[in-house]
């Protein structure tokens, strides 16, 4: 299905900390990577033999394309720059998070369970770093170019339309190649529904991105996490679907009487695991939607911050 000169990589897994689908694009000068996956070594020399595999060698590759900066995506940059300086294509609002990674404490509201008194591991300050280091390692690098989010990305001798598709990250970018059909999704469609946050743009974002996905006349999809699948507007829906439960979750939580965040937080995300993250941070965006339209109110702390239906 992958049009010739296209060839995807998947590792072991695919639910959250597995590392990132990596796509190969060849050209006459060797071969692109479309992200690198998490920062483990052993990751990394797995990304290795599938080079390898390719009848390439690491000085092959001459470009990466970061779909984001996220651990699983480019994680392994830690290990690549080591061995090779490739070209490293970024959008430009992820530019300075892939060089300064402590910046992602920001765009993922790390701070923003605190502010409802939430902190079952009691940190005085979250760094999601830390979370990541024994998960999916990040790393560092520095972009030498910048990704057009209202253009097209030249790789080999395919054309790519790049589709801007916040929420997960601000410049979370899809790639649609209109000659094959090919959409590759990044994290805004796949097997799992991506976290998060309003400073990545928030459950809006997401669904617009969605929307500009939907308009496309794509064949099939290739996402991050998951299998390749040929029916790209059922996908986007599916996820769209799985978005829009979460409403009809909190709606009904609600429909009892005023709940406090933080128990309302409790209730729609049971697992211990996601308790400060990504969970609250998920709870605000639907309501910051939810009230948006009219359909809650959330009061302040001088109210013990309880949200309810109208």
């Known amino acids: 299905m992958l049009p010739e000169g296209i060839v995807l ?39 290795k033999e599938f080079i390898s595999g390719q009848g390439l060698s690491l000085s092959d590759i001459h470009s990466v394309v970061l779909t984001h900066a996220h651990p699983d995506h480019m994680g392994a940059m830690r290990y690549l720059l080591e061995d090779i300086s490739p070209r490293i294509f970024l959008h430009p609002v992820e530019v300075p998070l892939a060089a300064e990674p402590s910046r992602l404490n920001d765009t993922f509201d790390m701070a923003l369970p605190l502010r409802y008194g939430i902190n079952p591991y009691d940190v005085e300050k979250p760094d999601i770093l830390d979370y990541f280091s024994g998960l999916c390692p990040m790393a560092r690098a520095d972009a030498t170019h910048t990704i057009d989010p209202d253009g097209e990305l030249a790789l080999g001798r395919f054309s790519f339309r790049v589709i801007v598709t916040p929420g997960h990250a601000n410049g979370l970018v ?7 059909g090919m959409l590759f999704t990044a994290d805004a469609v796949g097997d799992v529904v991506a976290w998060y946050s309003p400073s990545s743009g928030g459950l809006m974002g997401f669904l617009q991105g969605l929307d500009r996905l939907a308009a496309l006349t794509a064949s099939f999809v290739v996402p991050s996490h998951g299998n390749i699948n040929s029916e790209p507007l059922a996908e986007v829906e599916k996820t769209r679907k799985r978005l829009l439960r979460r409403d009809e979750k909190i709606t009904g939580e609600l429909a009892v009487g005023p709940v406090p965040f933080p128990e309302l937080a409790s209730r729609v995300f049971p697992n211990p695991m996601v308790a400060f993250f990504p969970g609250p941070q998920i709870l605000q965006c639907h ?24």
């Open 9 to 47: 990589y998947k590792d072991r897994e695919t639910i959250w900390p597995a590392s990132a689908n990596v796509l190969l694009i060849r050209d006459d000068d060797g071969a692109y990577l479309v992200d690198v996956g998490c920062g483990h070594e052993e990751t990394y020399l797995r990304l």
């Open 174 to 180: 899809s790639l649609f190649e209109p000659e094959s």
């Open 287 to 310: 309501l910051d939607k939810l009230e948006m339209e009219g359909r809650v109110r959330c009061r302040g702390e001088e109210d013990g911050w309880l949200v309810e239906l109208l």
